[in-house]
């Protein structure tokens, strides 16, 4: 029997949106996911607002922060040193970032946008997710720099910054901007690494830091797992592949690194973005839309993530009439807020509520047939308490689970709808370690959570 969309949104995102604001952020006891201070879980549900700050003016910003919230996004990833052009280019109000270009002589007056979007975000529950520049700014590569960051510099510009908001909350701090920490060119790591130390310094060690390098297999684990400062290991999946990058397997390598450490997809394949390959990325092949998206956010997350971050093509450039199109979105970013893919997200962090996001012990041995490769590579998860499971299916078809890690004579068995959130019961399954299901509508485009849970 289905459950109708509104009935069972409301009830999760009661459930996931609970009345506090923002406060601390904490690594778990086990390394793999984050809480809140007074150990409630806390998922991240990102959105990638990069040129927020540097593109938007006040109203703009409130008008994106509020669809972001409804949505129940935690999390919004802006720069304060932006890509394109952010040291020359002026925001919405004039101003540059820094005197001189001079990460020594921040412009105080351009900071006063970030300070309120901060405090907005607050407001409205959500995080910031903030970089103090992006990567062209310590290793250029490709984009329009220039570079300015050396070791002194970075630790003062990194301590200043640290400072200023170091009685806020909910922020997060992210290195790297889209770029390695180490290639074949150079070795960057103490230019990161004195930035840290800069931030942790100004905040007096409060503070939470991660790393979002550049798109393909690197993540963070593999040039900075033991670096002391990093709380939160990155990759990027990315657009520049095709469909369907292993993402889980990043998921995976990570978390057998120690001492453990959170890891996340920190930007995953964009909706409405080309599917060429970099640097081409034109629309011959067409766009990505939000089942391609759907795929990697869950696929990620049932892995074991400690959350995922959503993106939308027009969004984190903030494409309007005043700004150059950058690799051919296909609308504007207002008209993009409301895509079926930022909604379905929302969807994602809600099912995760339900039975919490710390509990997750991410296990492939639950799929006893069915399992699939590429677009049909089905995860699964269970908890360590035998009360229930999920498997994600990319793919509509029949699945034998293992449901012996239950501890319930009865099994209660549901269908979740990625695509509208709708419920369907499949009613109660006697135990007998092995249960075959099929879910409602099969083949591609039809993908589902399965959920098996002990009767009580």
């Excluded at 993106?311 to 296909?330: C, I, K, L, T």
């Amino acid at each position: 029997m289905k459950s109708k969309l509104w009935f069972l949104s409301s009830l999760l995102y009661c459930l996931c949106t609970r009345a506090q604001l923002p406060e601390r952020l904490q690594v778990t006891a086990d390394g793999h996911y984050l809480q809140y201070a007074n150990g409630q879980p806390f998922f991240w549900l990102g959105d990638t607002g990069w040129e927020l700050f540097h593109r938007l003016d006040t109203a703009e910003i409130k008008y994106y922060l509020g669809n972001r919230a409804r949505k129940g996004f935690t999390v919004i990833q802006a720069v304060v040193l932006a890509e394109f052009d952010g040291l020359r280019k002026p925001n919405r109000y004039g101003q540059l970032p820094l005197l001189n270009e001079n990460p020594a002589t921040p412009n105080n007056a351009y900071f006063t946008l970030i300070d309120s979007t901060i405090s907005w975000a607050m407001q409205r529950g959500m995080y910031i997710g903030l970089l103090p520049t992006w990567g062209d700014k310590v290793t250029k590569l490709w984009g329009e720099g220039p570079v300015v960051f050396d070791t002194t510099n970075a630790y003062g510009y990194g301590k200043w910054i640290g400072n200023r908001y170091r009685n806020h909350k909910n922020i997060i701090w992210i290195l790297g901007g889209d770029r390695p920490a180490v290639n074949d060119s150079g070795d960057w790591r103490p230019i990161w690494r004195a930035m840290a130390r800069g931030i942790k310094e100004g905040t007096a060690g409060q503070c939470i830091i991660a790393y979002h390098p550049s798109g393909g297999t690197n993540s963070t684990s593999q040039w900075l797992q033991q670096e002391s400062w990093l709380d939160i290991h990155m990759f990027q999946s990315g657009h520049g592949s095709g469909h369907d990058v292993a993402c889980w397997e990043l998921v995976r390598r990570d978390r057998q690194y120690l001492p453990a450490k959170p890891t996340l997809d920190a930007e995953p394949n964009y909706e409405d973005h080309p599917v060429n390959p970099w640097p081409k990325w034109n629309p011959d092949n067409g766009y990505f839309r939000d089942y391609d998206v759907r795929k990697q956010l869950y696929r990620s997350v049932f892995a074991g993530a400690c959350g995922v971050t959503y993106g939308h093509h027009a969004v984190w450039q903030f494409m309007s009439a005043r700004e150059e199109a950058v690799n051919y979105p296909d609308r504007g970013w207002m008209n993009a807020l409301d895509r079926p893919g930022a909604f379905q997200a929302g969807y994602l962090r809600r099912l995760i509520a339900i039975h919490g996001a710390l509990n997750r012990l991410p296990d492939l041995s639950l799929i006893l047939s069915g399992q699939g490769e590429g677009g049909g590579h089905m995860e699964a998860f269970r908890d360590a308490a035998g009360t229930y499971l999920m498997v994600y299916l990319p793919i509509g078809k029949s699945l034998q689970v293992n449901t012996a890690v239950i501890k319930s004579a009865q099994l209660n068995c549901w269908w979740f709808n990625p695509r509208n959130a709708e419920r369907t019961s499949i009613g109660m399954v006697k135990q007998t370690s092995a249960v075959t299901l099929v879910p409602p509508a099969t083949g591609v485009g039809n993908d589902w959570v399965l959920v098996v849970e002990a009767h009580p």
